[in-house]
Nanobody, 124 residues
C-alpha cells in the first residue's frame, strides 16, 4: 500500500505560478513511476505529466513548456511546477503512482495509487 497526499493548490490569477507537492509513504517511492492528472468539472480525468523512476518525463501537449514534473526520492515527494497558468488549467489535480518504474505510463488505469486531489483555480 501507498498513501499519497497532494498540497499546494489554490486560487491564483492567470499568468501566476503554483507548485504542487505529492508526499508519498508506505512504499519505495523511488522505484515507481509517478504521474499528475487533472479533472475539470464535467470533464474526464486527463494526464498532465509523468516522471519515471529513472527521471524520464512526459508532458501533455496542453501544458508542455509551462509545466515541470520532478521528484525528490530522498524526501519521497513529487512536484508539479506550473507556470503561466491559464483559466483552462482550473481543475482538481491528482498525483498517482504505478506498479512499475518505466517511462511509458499514460492512462489513468495504469496508475494504482492515488491521492485525494488538490484544487487549482485560475481566474482570468
Amino acid at each position: 500500500q501507498v498513501q499519497l497526499v497532494e498540497s499546494g493548490g489554490g486560487l491564483v490569477q492567470a499568468g501566476d505560478s503554483l507548485r504542487l507537492s505529492c508526499a508519498a509513504s508506505g512504499r519505495t517511492f523511488s522505484s515507481y513511476t509517478m504521474g499528475w492528472f487533472r479533472q475539470a468539472p464535467g470533464k474526464e480525468r486527463e494526464l498532465v505529466a509523468v516522471i519515471s523512476s529513472g527521471g524520464s518525463t512526459y508532458y501533455a501537449d496542453s501544458v508542455k513548456g509551462r509545466v515541470t514534473i520532478s521528484r525528490d526520492n530522498a524526501k519521497n515527494t513529487g512536484y508539479l511546477q506550473m507556470n503561466t497558468l491559464k483559466p483552462e488549467d482550473t481543475a482538481v489535480y491528482y498525483c498517482a503512482t504505478s506498479l512499475g518504474g518505466g517511462p511509458y505510463y499514460r492512462r489513468a488505469d495504469q496508475f494504482v495509487y492515488w491521492g485525494q486531489g488538490t484544487q487549482v483555480t485560475v481566474s482570468s
